[in-house]
């Protein structure tokens, strides 16, 4: 039986721990930003699969969905909300706020 070594366990995957303490704070900020526009450009994409007319309101819903996705990932992650650089908690802020702002410039939904 070998003894208990935890340096022989796998490691934990980089989206789950970034290891920030070891990057600048300019790579997390970019790292932050790419992820942002990533699921910018998906929610975009899978809004442009539904009717014309709704589309405004699919991307509202899914950057809304985005943004419970981004909540869930800083915390698994363990992200302080108010760290010195970008964060998943600053995406879904960014994400939440995109979503109401379309809303609210949409107004309500007129069913034809």
Same mark, same amino acid.
């Given at each position: 039986?070998?003894?208990?070594?935890?340096?022989?366990?796998?490691?934990?995957?980089?989206?789950?721990?970034?290891?920030?303490?070891?990057?600048?704070?300019?790579?997390?900020?970019?790292?932050?930003?790419?992820?942002?526009?990533?699921?910018?450009?998906?929610? /975009?994409?899978?809004?442009?699969?539904?009717?014309?007319? *709704?589309?405004?309101?699919?991307? !509202?819903? &899914? @950057? $809304?969905?985005?943004?419970?996705?981004?909540?869930?990932?800083?915390? /698994?992650?363990?992200?302080?909300?108010?760290?010195?650089? *970008?964060?998943?908690?600053?995406? !879904?802020? &960014? @994400? $939440?706020?995109?979503?109401?702002?379309?809303?609210?410039?949409?107004?309500?939904?007129?069913?034809?």
């Amino acid at each position: 039986m070998t003894s208990f070594k935890r340096r022989d366990w796998p490691r934990l995957p980089d989206w789950l721990d970034p290891h920030d303490g070891r990057r600048s704070l300019r790579e997390i900020n970019r790292e932050a930003l790419e992820r942002y526009c990533l699921v910018l450009a998906f929610c /975009l994409c899978f809004a442009a699969l539904v009717p014309v007319p *709704l589309m405004p309101f699919a991307f !509202a819903g &899914l @950057l $809304f969905l985005a943004g419970i996705a981004s909540v869930s990932l800083a915390g /698994l992650r363990g992200e302080r909300p108010l760290a010195s650089h *970008l964060t998943a908690w600053d995406e !879904a802020a &960014l @994400l $939440f706020t995109m979503s109401l702002g379309l809303r609210l410039w949409l107004g309500p939904w007129q069913a034809n």
